[in-house]
């Protein structure tokens, strides 16, 4: 039970760090309380593989195909 309620917390704070950073650095903005946390979620962002709108676009046609 206390395992459950551990996955649940760490689930939960995730979720509150995605919409953080959906919330504030995404959109270019600094965190108001915690710019340390924005800064360290714009390196991370920086240093993980992404894609771009085109090369999105391209993955979806490649997959209808």
């Known amino acids: 039970m206390i ?3 551990l ?3 760490a689930v939960l704070v995730l979720a509150g760090l995605v919409a953080l ?3 504030f650095p995404h959109r270019g903005e600094d965190m108001p309380y915690a710019p ?3 800064k360290a979620m714009k390196q991370a962002r920086s240093r993980l593989q992404t894609l771009d ?3 999105g676009e391209r ?3 490649l997959q209808r195909r």
């Open 3 to 5: 395992w459950t309620l």
């Open 7 to 9: 996955l649940m917390f």
């Open 21 to 23: 950073y959906v919330a």
């Open 36 to 38: 340390g946390l924005g």
């Open 53 to 55: 709108e085109d090369q």
């Open 59 to 61: 993955l979806q046609r």
